[in-house]
């Protein structure tokens, strides 16, 4: 099937700092999302986006669908405790294939108070 | 608003018991979807429903799994006989409507335990 490629695979950070993760793909997508899941609970949706090159923010969080519609980023300003947990981006691919949703691997962020 | 709901939320069971894990979805979204999670594989989708008919079941394992949807409010996942390699967390999710730019929107999970 097809991949996503999320980088960095886990992260360990002090309260405070800023956080850059990113997926890349071989394939044209037209839709990236960006989840954050907590241990014990289902992935919450954080981001949307829609448009090759929007740059979305919410709150500290802010994500760009790039221009060649095969990557994304998201950024965590000033990151506090609670940013803990497991990231993952997700995209629908460019084509007529229906509801399918991909998954990267997703992105483990550890901060230390 | 009530998310997606599951249940069980934790599932302990032998090998060789039948295994039934249940989904509401969001009222109003017409997209359902069965996700299986483990450290190894990550997320996989198992099956998907538009409007309570099965799209695609390609990620499936075998034959000892099956979903329903019976109607629009209501989901099962079946697994018979269990066996210890399907221990995972079961998410369901659903999206409003069957399209590309519909976000899933995923319950709590029910953690499978099969020993």
């Known amino acids: 099937g097809q991949q996503l490629n999320q980088s960095p695979q886990s992260m360990f950070i002090q309260e405070g700092e800023d956080v850059s993760m990113n997926c890349t793909s071989s394939?044209?997508?037209?839709?990236w999302l960006w989840y954050k899941q907590d241990p014990g609970e289902g992935p919450v949706l954080l981001i949307a986006?829609?448009?090759?090159?929007e740059l979305t923010s919410n709150g500290r969080l802010t994500a760009q669908f790039g221009i060649t519609r095969k990557d994304s980023f998201l950024n965590i300003s000033a990151s506090i405790p609670s940013d803990v947990g497991i990231y993952f981006c997700?995209?629908?691919?460019?084509?007529?294939?229906?509801?399918?949703?991909?998954f990267g691997g997703g992105t483990r962020l550890m901060v230390k108070p | 608003d009530a998310g997606v709901i599951q249940s069980p939320r934790h599932e302990v069971t032998e090998m060789g018991q039948e295994v039934t894990l249940r989904c509401k979805p969001i009222?109003?979204?017409?997209?359902l979807f069965w996700y299986r999670q483990t450290m190894m594989r990550g997320l996989e989708l198992l099956i998907y429903?538009?409007?309570?008919?099965?799209?695609?079941d390609s990620g499936m394992p075998e034959d000892r799994f099956s979903a329903k949807m019976p109607n629009a409010s209501f989901s099962t996942l079946k697994i018979q006989p269990s066996e210890p390699r399907d221990s995972a967390v079961y998410f369901c999710?659903?999206?409003?409507?069957?399209?590309?730019?519909?976000?899933?929107?995923f319950g709590n999970g029910t953690r499978l335990t099969v020993t």
């Open positions: 999710a659903s999206s409003l409507i069957a399209g590309r730019n519909s976000p899933l929107h």
């Open positions: 394939s044209i997508f037209n839709t």
């Open positions: 986006l829609y448009k090759a090159g």
């Open positions: 997700a995209g629908f691919l460019n084509n007529n294939a229906g509801n399918m949703l991909t």
């Open positions: 009222s109003g979204h017409n997209s």
């Open positions: 429903f538009n409007n309570n008919v099965p799209i695609d």
